[in-house]
Nanobody, 121 residues
């Protein structure tokens, strides 16, 4: 069984910072691209940031310059450092990872359970 477990969400004032972490566990052979998505109430789930196995990163325009994604391949973790937070960053943040499992062919996408980030004005 595979699990992605997020941590680090919470309530913060506008202009503040938070760091989200996500740890993948299970019968994992390899990990491809890891990513953070977010979903605000009544809206679709949108990509926030991605990082490939080669550490190439991509960000949504709305978070460029404020958020930084990183990964630790030895620990199977991905993190999102969020700074200069705005009320519009309020959402449930989800971790996503492309995983190849032992005994299975190909990469498949897996999601964490989500962690709430609330930014007050």
């Amino acid at each position: 069984q595979v699990q992605l477990v997020e941590s680090g969400g919470g309530l913060v004032q506008a202009g503040g910072s938070l760091r989200l972490s996500c740890a993948a566990s299970g019968i994992i052979f390899s990990i491809g691209t890891m990513a953070w998505y977010r979903q605000a109430p009544g809206k679709q789930r949108d990509m926030v940031a991605t990082i490939t196995s080669g550490d190439n990163t991509n960000y949504a325009n709305s978070v460029k310059g404020r958020f930084t994604i990183s990964r630790d391949n030895a620990k199977n973790t991905v993190s999102l450092q969020m700074s200069s937070l705005k009320p519009e960053d309020t959402a449930v943040y989800y971790c996503n990872a492309q995983l190849r499992l032992y005994g299975k062919g190909g990469m498949n996408g897996y999601w964490g359970q989500g962690t709430q980030v609330t930014v007050s004005s």
